[in-house]
């Protein structure tokens, strides 16, 4: 299967502790985006990726949180000093260029919990 | 702020009925207007999705109904079964392409 895969699937960890979840795109996809979905809530966008810039993050991100995408292939997102109100799903997913339209194809998430 | 509104939040239909989600979004400057399904464990996957310059497109049983000057948006699944059941999203972007999405309607057909 080539389609996006997320790394781990499932997180549990202590309030104060940092996390790191991994995305592979589906090969030659430029454009990566991170997404976050509550309980009950449709995905929220994050950030996003065009090869291994970073074109945007949104207000959601706060200091603690900080996303990476080198070489412009896998990207990693870290949460440090989590707090109870960072349990969600994450969400990644990608496109081939981008661009109004462009189909964005996501992956199967990484569900965190914050104890 | 909401941009995207979505109703109902849960939805039962009879097996072979039909099913309707309404959405409602307030920027005009949204033009990408995609439909999201999601079941559980899974990431939302690409249904079906329209531009604001047509007022119907149809998939096999499924077809969102665009209306531009109201600013809504509908999904309609006909003949409904027990396999659609699962989270629709509706959804709206611009030409920042990141997607906003609603709050999502759970839909359960009886079989």
């Known amino acids: 299967d080539t389609g996006v895969s997320q790394d781990p699937r499932h997180k549990i960890t202590k309030r104060g502790q940092n996390v790191t979840f991994r995305c592979d795109p589906i090969s030659e996809h430029n454009r990566l985006y991170w997404y976050r979905q509550t309980l009950g809530q449709g995905p929220e966008f994050l950030t996003y990726?065009?090869?291994?810039?970073?074109?945007?993050k949104s207000r959601l991100l706060s200091d603690r949180f900080s996303a990476e995408r080198p070489k412009g292939s896998f990207s990693t997102l870290e949460i440090q000093r989590t707090e109870q109100g960072d349990s969600a799903m994450y969400l990644c997913a990608s496109s081939p260029l981008g661009g109004l339209g462009e189909t964005q194809y996501f992956g199967p998430g990484t569900r965190l919990l914050v104890l | 702020q909401q941009q995207v509104k979505q109703s109902p939040q849960s939805l039962i239909v009879q097996k072979g009925g039909i099913s309707i989600i309404n959405c409602a979004y307030e920027?005009?400057?949204?033009?990408?207007f995609p439909w999201y399904q999601q079941f559980p464990g899974k990431g939302p996957a690409l249904l079906i999705a329209?531009?604001?310059?047509?007022s119907e497109k149809k998939e096999g049983r499924f077809t969102i109904s665009f209306n531009k000057s109201a600013k809504q948006f509908s999904l309609h699944i006909m003949d409904s079964q027990p396999g659609d059941s699962a989270t629709y999203f509706c959804a709206a972007s611009d030409r920042d392409d990141k997607i906003i999405f609603g709050k999502g309607t759970r839909l359960h057909i009886l079989p």
């Open positions: 990726f065009q090869n291994e810039a970073q074109l945007e």
């Open positions: 920027n005009t400057a949204f033009d990408y």
């Open positions: 329209i531009r604001p310059d047509v």
